[in-house]
Protein backbone atom coordinates (compact mmCIF):
# COMPACT_ATOMS: atom_id res chain seq x y z
CA UNK A 1 0.00 0.00 0.00
CA UNK A 2 1.27 3.38 -0.18
CA UNK A 3 2.72 5.48 2.12
CA UNK A 4 0.01 7.28 4.29
CA UNK A 5 2.03 10.33 4.33
CA UNK A 6 2.35 9.98 0.53
CA UNK A 7 0.14 12.10 -2.03
CA UNK A 8 -2.77 10.28 -2.74
CA UNK A 9 -4.82 10.30 0.67
CA UNK A 10 -8.04 10.42 1.28
CA UNK A 11 -8.90 13.49 0.79
CA UNK A 12 -6.78 13.53 -2.72
CA UNK A 13 -8.58 10.52 -3.62
CA UNK A 14 -12.34 11.18 -2.41
CA UNK A 15 -12.20 14.08 -4.60
CA UNK A 16 -10.93 12.13 -7.54
CA UNK A 17 -13.92 9.66 -7.45
CA UNK A 18 -17.01 12.34 -6.62
CA UNK A 19 -15.30 15.51 -8.26
CA UNK A 20 -17.56 18.69 -6.87
CA UNK A 21 -18.94 21.57 -9.01
CA UNK A 22 -18.40 19.18 -12.31
CA UNK A 23 -19.45 20.16 -15.47
CA UNK A 24 -19.65 23.63 -16.99
CA UNK A 25 -21.60 26.75 -16.47
CA UNK A 26 -24.54 27.38 -19.04
CA UNK A 27 -24.10 31.43 -18.68
CA UNK A 28 -20.52 31.55 -17.12
CA UNK A 29 -19.20 35.06 -17.60
CA UNK A 30 -15.36 34.04 -17.52
CA UNK A 31 -14.15 30.79 -19.09
CA UNK A 32 -10.81 29.64 -19.91
CA UNK A 33 -9.35 26.22 -20.88
CA UNK A 34 -6.18 24.42 -19.88
CA UNK A 35 -3.45 22.08 -20.87
CA UNK A 36 -0.91 20.14 -20.04
CA UNK A 37 0.38 18.75 -23.01
CA UNK A 38 3.00 16.56 -21.69
CA UNK A 39 0.98 14.80 -19.83
CA UNK A 40 -2.31 15.47 -21.52
CA UNK A 41 -4.14 16.61 -18.63
CA UNK A 42 -7.11 18.67 -20.20
CA UNK A 43 -9.68 21.12 -18.23
CA UNK A 44 -12.14 23.60 -18.61
CA UNK A 45 -13.34 26.33 -16.60
CA UNK A 46 -16.24 28.37 -16.59
CA UNK A 47 -17.50 30.43 -13.67
CA UNK A 48 -19.94 32.97 -13.15
CA UNK A 49 -18.36 36.40 -11.59
CA UNK A 50 -20.91 39.33 -11.30
CA UNK A 51 -19.48 42.13 -9.26
CA UNK A 52 -16.06 40.58 -9.06
CA UNK A 53 -17.59 37.89 -6.85
CA UNK A 54 -17.32 33.67 -7.70
CA UNK A 55 -21.13 33.06 -7.75
CA UNK A 56 -20.43 29.69 -9.29
CA UNK A 57 -18.10 27.89 -10.60
CA UNK A 58 -17.50 24.04 -12.67
CA UNK A 59 -14.96 22.27 -14.72
CA UNK A 60 -14.34 18.75 -16.45
CA UNK A 61 -11.68 17.60 -18.46
CA UNK A 62 -9.22 14.58 -18.68
CA UNK A 63 -6.77 14.71 -16.19
CA UNK A 64 -4.66 12.42 -13.36
CA UNK A 65 -6.21 12.19 -10.02
CA UNK A 66 -4.03 14.93 -8.77
CA UNK A 67 -5.30 17.16 -11.40
CA UNK A 68 -8.33 16.50 -10.94
CA UNK A 69 -8.86 16.43 -7.07
CA UNK A 70 -6.84 20.15 -7.24
CA UNK A 71 -9.48 21.37 -9.54
CA UNK A 72 -12.23 20.41 -7.20
CA UNK A 73 -11.18 21.22 -4.08
CA UNK A 74 -10.39 24.37 -5.67
CA UNK A 75 -13.58 25.17 -6.94
CA UNK A 76 -15.25 24.35 -3.62
CA UNK A 77 -12.54 26.49 -1.99
CA UNK A 78 -13.08 29.81 -4.03
CA UNK A 79 -17.05 29.02 -4.40
CA UNK A 80 -18.30 32.46 -2.83
CA UNK A 81 -14.78 34.51 -3.10
CA UNK A 82 -14.42 37.33 -4.24
CA UNK A 83 -11.57 37.77 -6.81
CA UNK A 84 -8.81 39.01 -4.65
CA UNK A 85 -9.32 36.28 -1.96
CA UNK A 86 -8.92 33.72 -4.88
CA UNK A 87 -5.99 34.97 -6.45
CA UNK A 88 -4.60 35.26 -3.30
CA UNK A 89 -5.03 31.80 -3.08
CA UNK A 90 -3.81 30.92 -6.10
CA UNK A 91 -0.25 32.86 -5.09
CA UNK A 92 -0.16 30.36 -2.28
CA UNK A 93 -1.43 27.32 -3.67
CA UNK A 94 1.27 27.87 -6.75
CA UNK A 95 3.80 28.86 -3.60
CA UNK A 96 3.35 25.14 -1.97
CA UNK A 97 3.41 23.28 -4.58
CA UNK A 98 6.85 24.72 -6.18
CA UNK A 99 8.15 24.58 -2.25
CA UNK A 100 8.54 28.51 -1.55
CA UNK A 101 5.53 28.53 1.24
CA UNK A 102 6.81 27.22 4.17
CA UNK A 103 3.25 25.78 5.87
CA UNK A 104 4.06 25.73 9.30
CA UNK A 105 6.20 29.24 9.71
CA UNK A 106 4.50 31.19 6.79
CA UNK A 107 0.86 32.60 7.21
CA UNK A 108 -1.48 31.32 4.65
CA UNK A 109 -5.25 30.69 3.54
CA UNK A 110 -4.75 27.16 1.76
CA UNK A 111 -6.75 25.50 4.86
CA UNK A 112 -7.48 21.39 3.58
CA UNK A 113 -5.65 22.61 -0.03
CA UNK A 114 -2.83 21.44 2.23
CA UNK A 115 -2.89 18.37 1.11
CA UNK A 116 -1.07 19.19 -2.11
CA UNK A 117 1.78 20.32 -0.11
CA UNK A 118 3.55 16.51 -0.78
CA UNK A 119 3.71 17.70 -4.47
CA UNK A 120 6.66 19.62 -3.88
CA UNK A 121 8.81 16.43 -3.01
CA UNK A 122 7.41 15.17 -6.88
CA UNK A 123 8.85 17.63 -9.60
CA UNK A 124 7.03 16.17 -12.09
CA UNK A 125 3.65 16.03 -10.48
CA UNK A 126 3.61 19.58 -9.38
CA UNK A 127 2.36 20.92 -12.97
CA UNK A 128 -0.80 18.84 -12.29
CA UNK A 129 -1.72 20.06 -9.09
CA UNK A 130 -1.39 23.78 -10.20
CA UNK A 131 -2.44 23.49 -13.55
CA UNK A 132 -6.45 24.13 -12.27
CA UNK A 133 -5.34 27.07 -10.35
CA UNK A 134 -3.21 28.64 -13.79
CA UNK A 135 -6.75 28.31 -15.48
CA UNK A 136 -8.65 29.95 -12.92
CA UNK A 137 -5.69 32.22 -13.53
CA UNK A 138 -6.22 32.49 -16.80
CA UNK A 139 -10.10 33.08 -16.23
CA UNK A 140 -9.65 36.15 -14.62
CA UNK A 141 -7.82 37.56 -16.92
CA UNK A 142 -10.20 36.77 -19.92
CA UNK A 143 -6.93 34.32 -21.55
CA UNK A 144 -8.93 32.22 -23.44
CA UNK A 145 -6.05 28.52 -22.96
CA UNK A 146 -3.63 28.24 -20.80
CA UNK A 147 -0.75 25.52 -19.87
CA UNK A 148 1.96 25.22 -17.64
CA UNK A 149 4.89 25.06 -20.16
CA UNK A 150 7.12 27.49 -21.70
CA UNK A 151 7.25 30.74 -20.10
CA UNK A 152 3.88 30.08 -17.80
CA UNK A 153 5.91 27.28 -16.57
CA UNK A 154 6.07 27.59 -12.57
CA UNK A 155 9.00 24.97 -12.76
CA UNK A 156 10.88 27.56 -14.71
CA UNK A 157 10.57 30.09 -11.08
CA UNK A 158 13.15 28.89 -8.89
CA UNK A 159 12.32 27.00 -6.05
CA UNK A 160 13.17 28.10 -2.57
CA UNK A 161 15.01 30.68 -1.73
CA UNK A 162 18.31 29.58 -3.15
CA UNK B 1 -2.41 -19.58 -5.29
CA UNK B 2 0.88 -17.80 -6.39
CA UNK B 3 3.04 -19.47 -7.97
CA UNK B 4 6.65 -18.59 -7.06
CA UNK B 5 9.37 -17.98 -10.10
CA UNK B 6 12.53 -18.52 -9.84
CA UNK B 7 14.52 -15.36 -11.25
CA UNK B 8 16.74 -17.15 -13.56
CA UNK B 9 14.24 -19.35 -14.44
CA UNK B 10 14.40 -19.01 -18.76
CA UNK B 11 13.51 -21.62 -20.63
CA UNK B 12 14.38 -19.79 -23.96
CA UNK B 13 18.50 -20.30 -23.41
CA UNK B 14 19.27 -22.55 -20.91
CA UNK B 15 23.02 -20.79 -20.93
CA UNK B 16 21.72 -17.54 -20.40
CA UNK B 17 22.24 -17.02 -16.42
CA UNK B 18 20.31 -13.35 -15.47
CA UNK B 19 21.72 -13.41 -12.09
CA UNK B 20 25.17 -13.23 -13.98
CA UNK B 21 24.29 -10.69 -16.59
CA UNK B 22 22.50 -8.45 -13.50
CA UNK B 23 25.96 -9.21 -12.12
CA UNK B 24 27.18 -6.82 -14.76
CA UNK B 25 25.03 -3.70 -13.88
CA UNK B 26 26.09 -1.65 -10.98
CA UNK B 27 22.75 0.61 -11.08
CA UNK B 28 20.59 -2.40 -10.81
CA UNK B 29 21.97 -2.78 -7.18
CA UNK B 30 20.22 0.42 -6.30
CA UNK B 31 17.34 0.78 -3.96
CA UNK B 32 14.50 3.69 -4.82
CA UNK B 33 12.98 4.80 -1.93
CA UNK B 34 14.04 2.01 0.26
CA UNK B 35 12.50 -0.61 -2.20
CA UNK B 36 15.20 -2.81 -5.19
CA UNK B 37 15.10 -0.93 -8.42
CA UNK B 38 13.11 -2.72 -10.93
CA UNK B 39 13.94 -0.94 -13.71
CA UNK B 40 11.12 -1.58 -16.60
CA UNK B 41 11.70 1.85 -18.74
CA UNK B 42 14.43 0.29 -20.87
CA UNK B 43 12.27 1.76 -23.85
CA UNK B 44 12.98 5.11 -23.20
CA UNK B 45 17.13 4.91 -21.86
CA UNK B 46 19.04 1.06 -21.26
CA UNK B 47 21.48 0.60 -18.45
CA UNK B 48 25.56 -0.21 -19.46
CA UNK B 49 27.48 -2.69 -18.08
CA UNK B 50 30.40 -2.48 -15.92
CA UNK B 51 32.66 -3.10 -19.32
CA UNK B 52 31.04 -0.40 -21.20
CA UNK B 53 31.83 1.98 -18.14
CA UNK B 54 35.47 1.06 -17.89
CA UNK B 55 35.75 1.37 -21.52
CA UNK B 56 35.04 5.15 -20.94
CA UNK B 57 37.31 5.34 -18.23
CA UNK B 58 40.12 3.85 -19.93
CA UNK B 59 39.89 6.36 -23.25
CA UNK B 60 39.43 9.14 -20.84
CA UNK B 61 41.89 8.37 -18.26
CA UNK B 62 44.75 6.91 -21.11
CA UNK B 63 43.65 7.29 -24.71
CA UNK B 64 41.85 10.71 -25.15
CA UNK B 65 42.79 13.12 -27.65
CA UNK B 66 41.07 15.02 -31.08
CA UNK B 67 40.55 12.38 -33.78
CA UNK B 68 41.98 12.48 -37.53
CA UNK B 69 44.24 15.36 -36.78
CA UNK B 70 47.55 15.79 -35.15
CA UNK B 71 50.60 12.97 -35.64
CA UNK B 72 51.34 12.43 -32.49
CA UNK B 73 50.99 9.16 -30.00
CA UNK B 74 47.52 9.59 -28.59
CA UNK B 75 45.98 11.23 -31.13
CA UNK B 76 47.02 8.44 -33.29
CA UNK B 77 45.46 6.11 -30.42
CA UNK B 78 42.20 8.14 -30.31
CA UNK B 79 41.73 8.01 -33.77
CA UNK B 80 42.67 3.93 -34.14
CA UNK B 81 39.94 3.48 -31.48
CA UNK B 82 37.24 5.61 -32.51
CA UNK B 83 37.27 4.27 -36.04
CA UNK B 84 37.48 0.51 -34.65
CA UNK B 85 34.15 1.05 -32.91
CA UNK B 86 32.95 2.04 -36.00
CA UNK B 87 33.62 -1.24 -37.10
CA UNK B 88 31.81 -2.69 -33.97
CA UNK B 89 29.14 -1.13 -34.78
CA UNK B 90 29.21 -1.68 -38.57
CA UNK B 91 29.83 -5.51 -38.00
CA UNK B 92 26.66 -5.49 -35.54
CA UNK B 93 24.72 -4.30 -38.20
CA UNK B 94 26.48 -6.76 -40.94
CA UNK B 95 27.22 -3.77 -42.53
CA UNK B 96 29.08 -4.39 -46.09
CA UNK B 97 31.48 -1.70 -45.40
CA UNK B 98 32.48 0.22 -42.11
CA UNK B 99 32.04 3.85 -44.23
CA UNK B 100 28.95 3.00 -44.45
CA UNK B 101 28.33 3.89 -40.59
CA UNK B 102 28.23 7.05 -39.78
CA UNK B 103 28.50 8.13 -36.06
CA UNK B 104 25.41 10.42 -34.75
CA UNK B 105 24.47 11.99 -31.75
CA UNK B 106 21.81 9.55 -31.54
CA UNK B 107 18.67 8.58 -33.70
CA UNK B 108 16.92 11.89 -34.26
CA UNK B 109 20.15 13.19 -35.43
CA UNK B 110 20.23 10.19 -37.57
CA UNK B 111 17.14 11.16 -39.21
CA UNK B 112 17.53 14.83 -39.71
CA UNK B 113 21.05 13.95 -41.35
CA UNK B 114 19.29 11.59 -43.63
CA UNK B 115 16.38 14.69 -44.13
CA UNK B 116 18.86 17.25 -45.04
CA UNK B 117 21.38 15.31 -46.72
CA UNK B 118 19.12 13.32 -48.64
CA UNK B 119 15.55 14.86 -48.64
CA UNK B 120 16.57 18.57 -49.27
CA UNK B 121 18.24 16.82 -52.49
CA UNK B 122 15.95 14.51 -53.77
CA UNK B 123 12.50 15.61 -52.68
CA UNK B 124 10.91 18.24 -53.96
CA UNK B 125 7.22 20.25 -54.33
CA UNK B 126 4.84 17.26 -55.20
CA UNK B 127 6.54 14.63 -53.87
CA UNK B 128 5.06 12.26 -51.29
CA UNK B 129 6.68 10.73 -48.18
CA UNK B 130 5.06 7.31 -46.49
CA UNK B 131 5.64 7.07 -42.74
CA UNK B 132 3.61 4.98 -40.78
CA UNK B 133 1.08 5.98 -37.77
CA UNK B 134 3.64 4.31 -35.02
CA UNK B 135 6.51 6.46 -35.93
CA UNK B 136 7.83 8.42 -33.24
CA UNK B 137 8.26 12.57 -33.43
CA UNK B 138 11.63 12.12 -34.68
CA UNK B 139 10.65 10.53 -37.84
CA UNK B 140 7.54 12.64 -38.68
CA UNK B 141 9.04 15.91 -37.46
CA UNK B 142 11.68 16.54 -39.44
CA UNK B 143 9.85 14.91 -42.71
CA UNK B 144 6.81 17.56 -42.41
CA UNK B 145 9.21 20.20 -41.83
CA UNK B 146 11.28 19.16 -45.82
CA UNK B 147 7.53 19.01 -46.55
CA UNK B 148 6.52 22.22 -45.62
CA UNK B 149 9.93 23.46 -46.98
CA UNK B 150 9.36 21.79 -50.38
CA UNK B 151 5.88 21.26 -50.56
CA UNK B 152 5.98 17.53 -50.27
CA UNK B 153 3.38 15.45 -48.97
CA UNK B 154 3.13 13.19 -46.24
CA UNK B 155 0.99 9.81 -46.65
CA UNK B 156 0.41 7.64 -43.63
CA UNK B 157 0.09 3.81 -43.26
CA UNK B 158 -2.74 3.18 -40.92
CA UNK B 159 -2.68 0.86 -38.04
CA UNK B 160 -4.91 -1.73 -36.67
CA UNK B 161 -6.20 -2.57 -33.39
CA UNK B 162 -3.53 -4.58 -32.63
CA UNK B 163 -1.03 -2.04 -33.39
CA UNK B 164 -0.20 -3.76 -36.67
CA UNK B 165 0.79 -2.04 -39.69
CA UNK B 166 -2.21 -1.92 -42.34
CA UNK B 167 0.48 -3.65 -45.32
CA UNK B 168 -2.32 -3.64 -48.25
CA UNK B 169 -3.00 -0.14 -47.13
CA UNK B 170 0.97 0.73 -46.96
CA UNK B 171 1.04 -0.61 -50.52
CA UNK B 172 -1.71 1.34 -51.85
CA UNK B 173 -0.25 4.51 -50.78
CA UNK B 174 2.61 3.95 -53.33
CA UNK B 175 1.88 6.12 -56.71
CA UNK B 176 3.98 8.21 -59.69
CA UNK B 177 4.41 10.83 -56.78
CA UNK B 178 6.19 8.39 -53.78
CA UNK B 179 9.86 9.40 -53.01
CA UNK B 180 10.40 7.98 -49.75
CA UNK B 181 9.67 5.57 -46.64
CA UNK B 182 10.28 6.11 -43.15
CA UNK B 183 9.15 3.05 -40.80
CA UNK B 184 10.13 2.03 -37.78
CA UNK B 185 11.67 -1.74 -36.84
CA UNK B 186 9.94 -1.85 -33.60
CA UNK B 187 7.60 0.60 -32.28
CA UNK B 188 8.34 2.01 -28.80
CA UNK B 189 4.84 3.05 -27.25
CA UNK B 190 2.96 -0.11 -28.53
CA UNK B 191 6.43 -3.02 -29.10
CA UNK B 192 4.74 -4.30 -32.48
CA UNK B 193 7.31 -5.41 -34.92
CA UNK B 194 6.71 -4.48 -37.88
CA UNK B 195 7.42 -6.63 -41.51
CA UNK B 196 10.27 -4.04 -42.64
CA UNK B 197 11.84 -6.63 -44.78
CA UNK B 198 8.98 -7.04 -47.24
CA UNK B 199 7.80 -3.13 -47.15
CA UNK B 200 11.02 -2.28 -48.03
CA UNK B 201 11.25 -5.03 -50.53
CA UNK B 202 7.94 -3.02 -51.86
CA UNK B 203 9.40 -0.19 -52.13
CA UNK B 204 12.16 -1.01 -54.22
CA UNK B 205 10.69 -2.40 -57.00
CA UNK B 206 9.28 1.18 -57.09
CA UNK B 207 12.12 2.64 -56.78
CA UNK B 208 11.26 4.03 -53.61
CA UNK B 209 14.62 4.38 -50.78
CA UNK B 210 13.68 3.30 -47.38
CA UNK B 211 14.90 4.53 -43.98
CA UNK B 212 14.78 2.52 -40.81
CA UNK B 213 13.90 3.96 -37.03
CA UNK B 214 16.04 0.90 -35.69
CA UNK B 215 16.48 2.66 -32.13
CA UNK B 216 13.85 0.07 -30.98
CA UNK B 217 15.10 -2.97 -32.47
CA UNK B 218 18.63 -2.68 -31.81
CA UNK B 219 18.07 -3.59 -28.10
CA UNK B 220 16.07 -6.49 -28.67
CA UNK B 221 16.80 -8.14 -32.53
CA UNK B 222 19.95 -9.89 -34.68
CA UNK B 223 20.20 -7.26 -36.96
CA UNK B 224 21.15 -7.43 -40.94
CA UNK B 225 21.17 -4.22 -42.97
CA UNK B 226 22.25 -6.42 -46.08
CA UNK B 227 19.43 -8.67 -45.14
CA UNK B 228 17.50 -6.28 -44.87
CA UNK B 229 18.16 -4.13 -47.88
CA UNK B 230 17.04 -0.81 -46.11
CA UNK B 231 18.83 2.06 -47.75
CA UNK B 232 18.85 3.83 -43.78
CA UNK B 233 18.82 2.36 -40.38
CA UNK B 234 19.30 4.40 -37.52
CA UNK B 235 19.95 3.26 -33.86
CA UNK B 236 21.00 5.20 -30.40
CA UNK B 237 23.75 4.38 -28.57
CA UNK B 238 21.75 4.85 -24.62
CA UNK B 239 19.40 2.23 -25.77
CA UNK B 240 21.74 -0.64 -26.58
CA UNK B 241 23.60 -0.27 -22.80
CA UNK B 242 25.51 2.40 -24.42
CA UNK B 243 25.90 6.01 -23.62
CA UNK B 244 23.75 9.17 -24.31
CA UNK B 245 25.14 11.52 -27.09
CA UNK B 246 26.40 9.15 -29.42
CA UNK B 247 24.25 7.05 -32.17
CA UNK B 248 24.59 5.69 -35.65
CA UNK B 249 23.14 5.73 -39.26
CA UNK B 250 23.97 2.89 -41.51
CA UNK B 251 23.30 3.91 -45.20
CA UNK B 252 24.16 2.36 -48.35
CA UNK B 253 27.67 3.06 -49.22
CA UNK B 254 26.06 4.39 -52.77
CA UNK B 255 23.23 6.50 -51.46
CA UNK B 256 25.23 8.40 -49.08
CA UNK B 257 27.86 9.20 -51.94
CA UNK B 258 24.90 11.15 -53.98
CA UNK B 259 23.74 12.69 -50.61
CA UNK B 260 25.13 16.78 -49.64
CA UNK B 261 26.74 17.52 -46.43
CA UNK B 262 23.88 18.21 -43.36
CA UNK B 263 26.49 19.89 -40.81
CA UNK B 264 29.69 22.00 -42.56
CA UNK B 265 32.71 22.44 -40.48
CA UNK B 266 35.86 20.73 -39.69
CA UNK B 267 36.65 16.87 -40.73
CA UNK B 268 34.06 16.95 -43.25
CA UNK B 269 36.40 18.94 -45.88
CA UNK B 270 39.23 17.69 -47.90
CA UNK B 271 40.33 21.12 -48.74
CA UNK B 272 38.95 25.18 -48.32
CA UNK B 273 39.22 28.00 -49.43
CA UNK B 274 37.03 30.62 -49.30
CA UNK B 275 36.05 30.05 -53.62
CA UNK B 276 35.71 26.34 -53.27
CA UNK B 277 35.43 23.82 -50.64
CA UNK B 278 36.03 20.08 -51.75
CA UNK B 279 33.80 17.61 -49.17
CA UNK B 280 35.35 14.68 -47.38
CA UNK B 281 34.33 10.95 -48.57
CA UNK B 282 32.42 9.44 -46.78
CA UNK B 283 31.49 8.79 -43.66
CA UNK B 284 33.42 11.96 -42.89
CA UNK B 285 31.54 13.97 -45.05
CA UNK B 286 29.18 13.93 -42.31
CA UNK B 287 30.68 14.25 -39.15
CA UNK B 288 31.68 17.50 -39.02
CA UNK B 289 33.38 18.82 -35.85
CA UNK B 290 34.87 16.39 -33.26
CA UNK B 291 32.53 14.08 -32.33
CA UNK B 292 31.50 12.30 -29.75
CA UNK B 293 34.77 10.13 -29.43
CA UNK B 294 34.15 9.05 -26.02
CA UNK B 295 30.76 7.94 -26.49
CA UNK B 296 31.28 6.07 -29.82
CA UNK B 297 33.91 4.06 -28.47
CA UNK B 298 31.68 3.21 -25.61
CA UNK B 299 28.80 2.58 -28.50
CA UNK B 300 31.20 -0.05 -29.52
CA UNK B 301 31.97 -1.28 -26.00
CA UNK B 302 28.30 -1.59 -25.95
CA UNK B 303 27.80 -3.56 -29.13
CA UNK B 304 30.46 -5.96 -28.09
CA UNK B 305 28.58 -6.61 -25.22
CA UNK B 306 25.55 -7.66 -26.35
CA UNK B 307 26.88 -9.69 -29.31
CA UNK B 308 28.98 -11.77 -26.52
CA UNK B 309 25.88 -12.67 -24.63
CA UNK B 310 24.38 -12.85 -28.22
CA UNK B 311 21.02 -11.35 -29.55
CA UNK B 312 19.63 -14.39 -30.12
CA UNK B 313 19.89 -15.52 -26.40
CA UNK B 314 18.72 -11.95 -25.56
CA UNK B 315 15.60 -12.36 -27.78
CA UNK B 316 14.82 -15.48 -26.04
CA UNK B 317 14.82 -14.44 -22.92
CA UNK B 318 13.01 -11.25 -23.31
CA UNK B 319 10.50 -13.02 -24.64
CA UNK B 320 9.96 -14.91 -21.99
CA UNK B 321 9.64 -12.19 -19.83
CA UNK B 322 7.40 -10.26 -22.52
CA UNK B 323 4.86 -13.79 -22.42
CA UNK B 324 4.70 -13.49 -18.49
CA UNK B 325 4.07 -9.90 -18.64
CA UNK B 326 1.01 -10.25 -20.66
CA UNK B 327 -0.27 -13.66 -19.38
CA UNK B 328 -0.12 -12.12 -16.46
CA UNK B 329 -1.39 -8.35 -17.29
CA UNK B 330 -4.46 -10.11 -18.93
CA UNK B 331 -6.09 -11.93 -16.08
CA UNK B 332 -6.01 -9.15 -13.98
CA UNK B 333 -9.35 -7.29 -13.93
CA UNK B 334 -8.95 -3.48 -15.04
CA UNK B 335 -6.09 -3.55 -17.33
CA UNK B 336 -5.96 -3.77 -20.86
CA UNK B 337 -3.22 -3.79 -22.14
CA UNK B 338 -2.20 -1.59 -25.66
CA UNK B 339 -0.52 -3.31 -28.54
CA UNK B 340 -1.30 -7.33 -29.30
CA UNK B 341 0.35 -7.40 -32.09
CA UNK B 342 1.30 -10.53 -32.80
CA UNK B 343 4.75 -10.22 -33.80
CA UNK B 344 6.22 -7.88 -30.60
CA UNK B 345 9.24 -6.78 -28.47
CA UNK B 346 9.48 -6.61 -25.11
CA UNK B 347 7.30 -3.85 -24.62
CA UNK B 348 3.87 -3.76 -22.68
CA UNK B 349 2.07 -0.48 -22.92
CA UNK B 350 -0.97 -0.63 -20.62
CA UNK B 351 -4.13 0.96 -19.15
CA UNK B 352 -5.71 0.42 -15.54
CA UNK B 353 -9.50 1.44 -15.75
CA UNK B 354 -10.35 4.58 -13.50
CA UNK B 355 -6.35 5.60 -13.42
CA UNK B 356 -4.59 8.06 -15.01
CA UNK B 357 -1.13 6.78 -16.16
CA UNK B 358 0.87 9.73 -14.31
CA UNK B 359 -0.59 8.54 -11.10
CA UNK B 360 -0.25 5.06 -11.85
CA UNK B 361 3.62 6.32 -12.42
CA UNK B 362 3.89 7.80 -9.28
CA UNK B 363 2.40 4.82 -6.93
CA UNK B 364 4.59 2.28 -8.70
CA UNK B 365 7.81 4.25 -7.98
CA UNK B 366 6.51 3.85 -4.62
CA UNK B 367 7.47 0.18 -4.64
CA UNK B 368 10.55 1.28 -6.74
CA UNK B 369 9.50 0.09 -10.01
CA UNK B 370 10.40 2.54 -12.84
CA UNK B 371 7.79 2.73 -15.72
CA UNK B 372 7.12 5.25 -18.26
CA UNK B 373 4.12 6.96 -18.50
CA UNK B 374 2.81 9.17 -21.15
CA UNK B 375 2.34 9.39 -24.77
CA UNK B 376 5.58 8.28 -25.35
CA UNK B 377 6.80 10.57 -28.13
CA UNK B 378 4.30 9.26 -30.27
CA UNK B 379 1.12 10.90 -29.70
CA UNK B 380 -0.52 9.93 -33.19
CA UNK B 381 -0.65 6.30 -31.78
CA UNK B 382 -2.74 7.13 -28.35
CA UNK B 383 -5.13 9.17 -30.77
CA UNK B 384 -5.49 6.15 -32.62
CA UNK B 385 -5.73 4.16 -29.65
CA UNK B 386 -8.04 6.85 -27.80
CA UNK B 387 -5.96 7.40 -24.91
CA UNK B 388 -4.01 10.29 -23.65
CA UNK B 389 -1.29 8.28 -22.93
CA UNK B 390 -0.07 5.09 -21.23
CA UNK B 391 1.89 3.21 -18.58
CA UNK B 392 4.90 1.45 -20.09
CA UNK B 393 6.88 -0.91 -18.77
CA UNK B 394 9.90 -1.95 -21.31
CA UNK B 395 12.05 -4.99 -20.45
CA UNK B 396 15.73 -5.38 -21.15
CA UNK B 397 17.73 -8.82 -20.76
CA UNK B 398 18.96 -8.05 -17.48
CA UNK B 399 15.16 -7.78 -15.83
CA UNK B 400 13.75 -10.84 -14.47
CA UNK B 401 10.39 -12.94 -14.38
CA UNK B 402 10.38 -12.33 -10.61
CA UNK B 403 10.63 -8.14 -11.84
CA UNK B 404 7.29 -8.85 -13.94
CA UNK B 405 5.78 -10.58 -10.74
CA UNK B 406 7.17 -6.98 -8.63
CA UNK B 407 5.09 -4.95 -11.45
CA UNK B 408 2.05 -7.33 -11.41
CA UNK B 409 2.27 -6.69 -7.13
CA UNK B 410 2.68 -2.61 -7.58
CA UNK B 411 -0.19 -2.65 -10.50
CA UNK B 412 -2.70 -4.46 -7.50
CA UNK B 413 -1.79 -2.13 -5.10
CA UNK B 414 -2.44 0.72 -7.57
CA UNK B 415 -5.66 -0.52 -8.00
CA UNK B 416 -5.87 -0.93 -4.20
CA UNK B 417 -5.36 2.87 -3.90
CA UNK B 418 -8.05 3.76 -6.35
CA UNK B 419 -10.60 1.73 -5.15
Known sequence: MADPKALYQEVILDHNRKPRNWGSLAHASHRAEGHNPLCGDHLKLTLDMPNDRIDAIAFEGESCAICKASASMMTAAVKGKTRDDAETLIQEFRDMATGKLDLVREAHHLGRLAVFAGVRDLPTRVKCAILPWHTLHAAFNAVASTTTEAEDDPMHAPIGDA | ?419
Not at chain 2, 16 to 35: M, N, Q, T, Y
Not at chain 2, 96 to 115: K, P, Q
Not at chain 2, 220 to 225: F, S, T
Not at chain 2, 373 to 401: D, E, I
Request: with cysteine; aromatic share 8%; glycine share 8%.
Open chain 2, 1 to 419: MKTVVPARQTRGDPSFDVERVRADFPILKLKVGGKPLVYLDNAASSQMPQAVLDRIVRYRTTQHSNIHRAVHTLSEIATREYEEARGKVARFLNAREEREVIFTSGTTDAINLVMHGYGRKFIGKDDEIILTTLEHHSNIVPWQMLAEEKGAKIRVVPVNDAGELDIDAYEKLFNEHTRFVGVMHVSNALGTINPIKAMIAFAHARGVPVLVDGAQAAPHLKLDVQDLDCDFYAFSGHKVCGPTGVGALYGKAAVLERMQPFKGGGDMILSVTFEKTVYNTIPFKFEAGTPPIAGAIGLGAAVDYLSALGMDAIAAHELELLNHATEALNRMPGVRIIGTAEKKAAVVSFAIEGVHPHDVGTLLNQDGIAVRTGHHCAQPVMKRFGVPATSRASFAFYNTLAEVDALVTGIRNVQKVFT
